[in-house]
């Protein structure tokens, strides 16, 4: 808190309100006392009786003297205007689309694949393959890397210990 200021310019004498009820007792019961004996306010013979007509007199003269200038008597209808058009414009500006919905065919293979292996279908093999028509593909659009004649026979050597357990039938 703010400290109070002691140097306001009043000053009291020293010992001034130890005693101050005594003397004020002792003043008054005083027979010479400086306390009038009267009211002390006298008020003109006949003021009240005319006080109400003269006050209502004064405050009609006020109401006829002054006059009121409207500055913006318009301006309720500025704000009018401004509140319609900015509804046209956000009705206006949402409901007109620029951009067409995405088609199919404006979809990236890379697009369509990432789907598939990010959401689960929960399609079987069996039922992917009634979907799917295998009419038009062949092995190359299945596999990622083509394969060569020398990886299969390097894979086969590799891995199948006797060639007659495959089963091929040669055409010779």
């Given at each position: 808190?703010k400290?109070?200021?002691?140097?306001?310019?009043?000053?009291?004498?020293?010992?001034?309100?130890?005693?101050?009820t005594?003397?004020?007792?002792?003043?008054?019961?005083?027979?010479?006392?400086?306390l009038?004996?009267?009211?002390g306010?006298?008020?003109?013979?006949?003021?009240?009786d005319?006080?109400?007509?003269?006050?209502?007199?004064?405050?009609?003269l006020?109401k006829?003297?002054?006059?009121?200038?409207?500055?913006n008597?318009y301006?309720?209808?500025?704000?009018?205007a401004?509140?319609v058009?900015?509804?046209?414009?956000?009705?206006?500006?949402?409901?007109?689309?620029?951009?067409?919905?995405?088609?199919f065919e404006?979809?990236?293979?890379?697009?369509?694949?990432?789907?598939?292996?990010?959401?689960?279908?929960?399609?079987?093999?069996y039922e992917?393959?009634?979907?799917?028509?295998?009419?038009?593909?062949?092995?190359?659009?299945?596999?990622?890397?083509?394969?060569?004649?020398?990886?299969?026979?390097?894979?086969l050597?590799?891995?199948?210990?006797?060639?007659?357990?495959?089963?091929?039938e040669?055409?010779?």
């Open positions: 808190m400290a109070s200021n002691n140097n306001n310019g009043f000053k009291t004498p020293e010992d001034y309100f130890e005693n101050l005594g003397k004020l007792l002792s003043k008054i019961t005083e027979e010479q006392s400086v009038p004996k009267g009211d306010f006298i008020a003109p013979e006949g003021y009240f005319g006080l109400q007509e003269n006050i209502l007199r004064k405050l009609d006020e006829e003297e002054t006059k009121v200038i409207q500055l008597p301006r309720k209808y500025y704000f009018a401004a509140a058009a900015a509804a046209f414009i956000l009705f206006f500006g949402l409901n007109f689309e620029t951009e067409s919905s995405p088609t404006e979809l990236a293979a890379s697009d369509i694949e990432s789907y598939f292996e990010n959401n689960d279908m929960e399609l079987s093999s992917l393959a009634e979907v799917m028509s295998f009419d038009e593909l062949d092995i190359s659009d299945i596999l990622d890397n083509q394969l060569n004649d020398d990886h299969i026979i390097d894979y050597d590799d891995n199948i210990d006797y060639l007659e357990e495959l089963n091929l040669t055409d010779e």
